[in-house]
């Protein structure tokens, strides 16, 4: 009996604090999701761009469950910032041709000034005649160039715009 209580009560104490979680991050989703909204409407921006925010916070919120890297970052020091970036962006790193056989310190030098960008799907990334001062990595998903309506290219995960001729 008393056996049956207490795996009971361990029981519903993991489930309750499963849920607390839960409804914490639904809390800062829609915390966060309201100040889009405040700020789109404060400034009048237009119907389509206005979706295309949401839409945007929407599929940075999935791919990165609410957490903003930077924001974490911030407060430690220059060097274990170094080696978290160093680590968030292992795969990247080991897999791109542009860094290949680049040495340890090199590379954890060029990793902090890595930055993690997220698209939503039929976001316009570059247009032509943007002046370029950034290098694109594809590290998920998938990148179409295109002319006009035709798609002339797809760029894959491990892949840079540096693959495609312009």
């Not at 604090?17 to 405040?38: C, F, P």
């Not at 292992?90 to 930055?115: D, P």
Request: proline share 2%; net charge positive.
């Amino acid at each position: 009996m008393l056996l049956g209580s207490l795996m009971f009560a361990i029981i519903f104490g993991n489930m309750t604090a499963i849920i607390d979680r839960l409804y914490e991050g639904m809390s800062r989703y829609h915390q966060q999701m309201n100040l889009v909204k405040e700020f789109v409407r404060f400034h009048n921006v237009p119907t389509p761009l206005r979706v295309r925010l949401q839409e945007y916070f929407k599929h940075a919120w999935v791919n990165m469950n609410g957490n903003d890297i930077e924001e974490v970052m911030k407060d430690f020091p220059d060097f274990l910032q170094a080696d978290i970036s160093l680590h968030l962006n292992r795969n990247l790193l080991k897999s791109s041709v542009a860094f290949q056989g680049v040495n340890q310190g090199c590379l954890r030098s060029l990793s902090i000034r890595l930055q993690t960008t997220h698209t939503a799907p039929g976001d316009i990334l570059i247009h032509k005649g943007d002046k370029l001062n950034i290098m694109y990595f594809i590290s998920r998903g998938s990148l179409e160039i295109l002319q006009g309506n035709i798609v002339l290219a797809i760029l894959g995960k491990h892949m840079t715009l540096l693959h495609f001729q312009f």
